[in-house]
């Protein structure tokens, strides 16, 4: 049997070291990634940028659930080769740089490689994939290069596309060097004069690292953060203590605005027991992909519109050393972060001038920056990505966006569903472009689940599939 994975960031590599680890003689899987850096990274874990830690601790990060502390022991166990990136002795509470990470996934499938049994192999396929085709049982995959492969069943692992552009009227302004539309590049901050402006648009993860980066290499212009609600992440507090699961109540899944009120009245009693919000949100966390999955589809588009920006700085939390970083710079007065709508974009002689409307104004304000960068996250409707694979799929109906414009439907096996709503037997997906289905599905800890059930589905499917062409 033949596995073809495309894309060889964290949800295709694991994928393939379940596979490595529990095939049988006679299965080869293919791993293809056009970026040699990306291969085993992928995006999230090949940045170059010098202020890159991982969002969660080292105690979070292992790769497996069932082996909690795995990363942490692998670290412990390489430390000295990192003592000019971490403090040593290293500890489960530190979060480390993202790129170390990247180095703990691709040892990790270096040693399944090598421990995997005879007649089973990986075959790391340097191109972009361009298109998948069915031919009978097969799969025809063209790559870049005029490489073609041929594979029994396909994972589409291709994570997390550049961030969307804003609807401004004057679109020429992505051609200028002045604006910067991918954040996780090294690219993005190189030739930065030290005292040149900065605008920043959208107040997440990705924007926390970056005004990181430039403290790191020493920039001293103002930076300007403007997002829709100007909200921060929370600070991450490492001394959370676990609360205890609690049921959900029936009521709880009927409405957003029924959910939020379950959260909040549970996080009010946790509170006079002594749990903080944090321990609350983290005890919910795996029941998320149940809860959204039974919220109607008119339930989960208020919940995007109306409690998703909060919800997001709450579940997505930055280092507190970061947010003692980024309140120093405000009371500095080096960084403002300003909850307004970007309205328009231009370029000028010396720079770029942006127009906003601030939350709750009615006057337009226009800021000049030298360089613009879009850290407003990945995107996600498939309708707008421009890779030639996403768009052959969608054009040949072997996959089809979901109604929220998140990622693409699946099963709940993380099979593509066709554009005619059928499963489209032998090709899954997993992590980000199942995001619409299951709302987590981004992070470590549930690309972990998904990639080990992924695999073991993969492998039982391929023994049976043996077995009736043995007997026919
Ligand atoms: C900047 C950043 C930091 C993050 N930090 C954390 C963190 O600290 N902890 C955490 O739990 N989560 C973090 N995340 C969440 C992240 O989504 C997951 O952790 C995970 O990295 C997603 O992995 P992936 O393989 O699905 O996607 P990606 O990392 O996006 O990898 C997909 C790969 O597919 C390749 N690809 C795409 N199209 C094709 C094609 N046509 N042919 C071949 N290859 C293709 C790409 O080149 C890429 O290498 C972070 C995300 C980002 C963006």
Redesign the pocket.
Known sequence: MTIAI????????LTAIHLLQNAASGTTVYL????RY??N???????QLPF?????PAS??SLFADEPLDFFNWLEAHAQLYKRQISLPVQITDFIP?TI?GDYLKARLQEAEAGAAKGVSLVRVY????SVARQGRHFTID?SNQCTLSANKVVL?????PPALLPIPNKSFYKSQRYVASP?SAKGLSGLQTHESLLLIGSS??MV?LVGSLQAQGHKGKVYVVSRHGLLPQPFDVSTRPYPKTAIPEGAYQSALSLFRFVRQEIKQAEAAGYPWRSVLDALRDDIPVLWQSLPEKEKKAFLRHIRPYWEVHRHRMPASSAALLQELQEKGQLEVIAAAVLDMRETESGARVSIRRRHYQETEEIEVGRVINCTG?QCDYTQVE????RQLLADGLTQPDVLRLGIKTTPGGKLIDASGKPVSGMFT???PRKGMLYES????E?RQQAKALAHRLLRQGKATLEVAKTS
């Open positions: 495309i894309g060889a960031g964290l949800s295709g590599t293809i990634e056009p970026d990306r291969m990274r992928g995006v999230a874990y090949s940045s890159q830690p991982l969002n969660v979070a990060m993202r990470f191109e972009e994939a361009l790559c692992a291709m994570g997390n596309f996780w993860l990705t690292d990945p890779a030639p694979l996403v997993l992590g980000p981004t992070a470590l800890r690309i």
